[in-house]
């Protein structure tokens, strides 16, 4: 809890704007930040070694949507604490401290160096080194040579197809005279993945309710698919609209529906989505959502009707 609190407050420091946390059930993120075109799902464990794949795997999914990026923040991984300026990978995400957070967040320092098996690395910028290579006259194989590493290393190197190690780093800069390594900049996004919505549809939903409504979702040629570990249920996409659509399905039984739809709304001016939320006739305390009866979507046949509800 205390790295949580504290994570809120480097970000509301550095100007984020940042989402109510999301504890109502178990979440593959505590919040979401926003800066600009700066977009992060941010997950804070207790111990950053306990992280469970699949909350990694939802995380990586909800973050790829959103072209936003994943981010877990803690102070140890299993008995071993994170050091500073460097930055970890978790299920191929990046994982900092809070040290290395404020860094980045409130004073521009990016991190240049990246812990990985075996030992730590950075990436250099392979232009750069050929370029200078060349200038000085010189050929792979003889740079390669100088530095005690091989024809082929260097080649990834210049290429960006490998990251070196902060010894070859050191040697490589000395000799070409000029810095070489990279910042990683760990809220750098991705564009979202072709076939992202097909790959997401195969997930397998146990919630009839939910099933039925992404069948209507798909009847509306509407790119959806379901969530997991997350306080919404599904993520939708009118691309004519420009329009994203963060949504909650609930049934009679669900306690703590209202708290529910404030997390959903909460993230949705973060992510800049159109909350709504499906039920089976419950009312909901919030204006601020858009609240749709199940009855009522299975009778509509144009997804511009549904558009309407929103």
């Known amino acids: ?49 306990s992280i469970h794949a699949k909350c990694a795997s939802a995380l990586q999914m909800i973050s790829n949507y959103f072209q936003a990026a994943p981010l877990f923040i803690g102070e140890k991984s299993r008995e071993n604490p994170l050091e500073d300026d460097t930055v970890y990978s978790r299920y191929n995400m990046y994982t900092i401290n809070l040290k290395t957070l404020k860094d980045i967040a409130c004073r521009e ?63 490589l800069e000395w000799i070409l005279g000029i810095p070489l390594v990279q910042p990683i900049d760990v809220f750098q996004t991705e564009p979202q993945s072709k076939g992202f919505f097909a790959a997401a549809k195969r997930m397998i939903v146990r919630n009839r309710f939910l099933k039925a409504i992404m069948r209507k979702f798909a009847y509306f040629n509407l790119n959806a698919a379901p969530t997991e570990r997350a306080p919404f249920d599904f993520i939708a996409q009118f691309p004519e609209e420009h329009l994203n659509i963060i949504g909650g399905v609930t049934n009679r039984k669900e306690q703590n529906v209202d708290r529910r739809a404030e997390e959903i709304i909460s993230v949705s001016k973060i992510v800049e989505a159109q909350p709504v939320f499906i039920t089976e006739g419950q009312t909901l305390q919030n204006d601020d959502i858009s609240l749709i009866r199940y009855e009522e979507l299975m009778k509509i046949r144009y997804s511009k009707e549904f558009i309407n509800l929103l």
């Open 1 to 49: 809890m205390e790295t949580l609190d504290a994570t809120e407050s480097i970000l509301e420091r550095a100007g984020f704007q940042i989402s109510e946390r999301c504890v109502v059930r178990s979440s593959c993120f505590d919040l979401v930040a926003r800066r600009k075109e700066q977009l992060t799902f941010i997950k804070v464990p207790t111990n950053v070694g």
């Open 109 to 171: 320092i990016y991190p240049l160096v990246e812990a990985g098996p075996g030992g730590y690395y950075v990436k250099l910028d392979g232009d750069t080194i050929r370029k200078r290579r060349q200038k000085l006259g010189m050929s792979v194989g003889k740079l390669a040579e100088m530095v005690g590493i091989s024809r082929r290393t260097l080649y990834g190197y210049e290429n960006d197809m490998a990251k070196a190690s902060v010894s070859s780093t050191y040697k």
